[in-house]
């Protein structure tokens, strides 16, 4: 059984692993082929100053695209080995440079002949192959430049998380819910203040009874997040009381509620919404704009802790 072949994808990096194992193992023997004392882990450095001559630790992690560290290190167990030493630097005597030693120049002609013959050996490996593997490798590594692994597995976990909670319409059996969330939310910041009690004391005159609306996120049967419609004419609406469960964020849950009362608003005729929020609160502000709110003209606020007011014009509203 060949468990990383039936594990497939998601075992991506043990197999490139076990794959650059195997030609690790015969580079080894391949360096004895041509009397070439270099570990293969060597190898880029060693290329590198036989390239440039010299060099900083610093510039060849950045020409080869490795950590600092990792160079470090083969640094110091080449200099061991005696192929490389340390010195000032020709045209900066302030910095210590790499360059290779009496022994390590010795290499040269064993690795310049080793280089060609590997070339044409790998040339014909890949021409066996149905796929082309070095530019399936560089778009790989440009893919990953661009948005890092750990990065889109964190996505597809706040996707699936997301999906597994539903948006409803709020009912009174669900009022403790509501203020309870949004209490919890703003006394973890800030102080609650009396417009927050009249809204939460009295959703249903307060949102409901104008024409507004309270969507809840439910998981698992436990209300996890809520989000208000406050109906301030005929077309135009306040986002407000937009809580999520501590241990809920982060799961694109608060993007799902926006989103919803957006749709629900848009249903409404609601040709413009606008929110009052604090700068402090950086998620909640990065969600707004990538929803398309933008900062607007201050208005009077019956909040003392919102020092941002951010709107949204609306297309396609039922008026349209």
């Avoid at 440039?52 to 610093?58: D, H």
């Avoid at 301030?232 to 993007?255: C, H, N, W, Y």
């Avoid at 413009?272 to 709110?293: I, K, Q």
Wanted: glycine share 8%; with cysteine.
């Amino acid at each position: 059984m060949d468990l990383l072949q039936e594990l497939g994808p998601v075992a991506l990096g043990s197999r490139l692993r076990r794959l650059g194992d195997t030609f690790a193992a015969d580079a080894a023997h391949i360096y004895g082929l041509y009397g070439v004392t270099l570990q293969p882990r060597w190898f880029p450095v060693f290329h590198l100053l036989c390239l440039q001559e010299e060099s900083t630790i610093t510039a060849m992690a950045r020409d080869i695209g490795c950590s600092h560290p990792v160079v470090s290190q083969a640094v110091k167990e080449m200099r061991r080995a005696g192929l490389v030493e340390t010195a000032p630097g020709r045209t900066d005597g302030r910095v210590n440079v790499v360059r290779l030693a009496k022994k390590g120049r010795a290499q040269v002609p064993g690795m310049q002949a080793q280089m060609r013959d590997v070339a044409v050996a790998v040339e014909r490996l890949l021409g066996r192959m149905r796929h082309d593997l070095w530019r399936a490798i560089e778009e790989l590594e440009a893919l990953l430049d661009k948005e890092g692994l750990y990065a889109r597995v964190r996505t597809v976990r706040k996707e699936r998380a997301a999906a597994a909670v539903e948006i409803i319409d709020y009912e009174p059996r669900f009022h403790e819910d509501f203020r309870r969330l949004n209490r919890a939310w703003v006394e973890r910041y800030f102080e609650l203040e009396e417009a927050d009690n009249e809204v939460l004391d009295n959703p249903e005159e307060r949102v409901i009874g104008p024409g507004g609306c309270i969507l809840l996120a439910r998981r698992a049967g436990e209300i996890v997040g809520t989000a208000a419609l406050l109906r301030i004419d005929a077309t135009t609406f306040e986002l407000a009381k937009m809580s999520v469960s501590p241990r809920e964020q982060g799961k694109g849950i608060g993007r799902r509620l926006a989103t919803a009362v957006l749709d629900r608003a848009r249903s409404l005729g609601a040709r413009r919404v606008f929110l009052e929020s604090n700068t402090r609160l950086t998620p909640a502000v990065s969600l707004y704009s990538s929803l398309g709110f933008t900062p607007m003209a201050s208005q009077p606020s019956p909040f003392k802790r919102c020092n941002i007011q951010m709107e949204l014009l609306l297309t396609g509203g039922a008026s349209d």
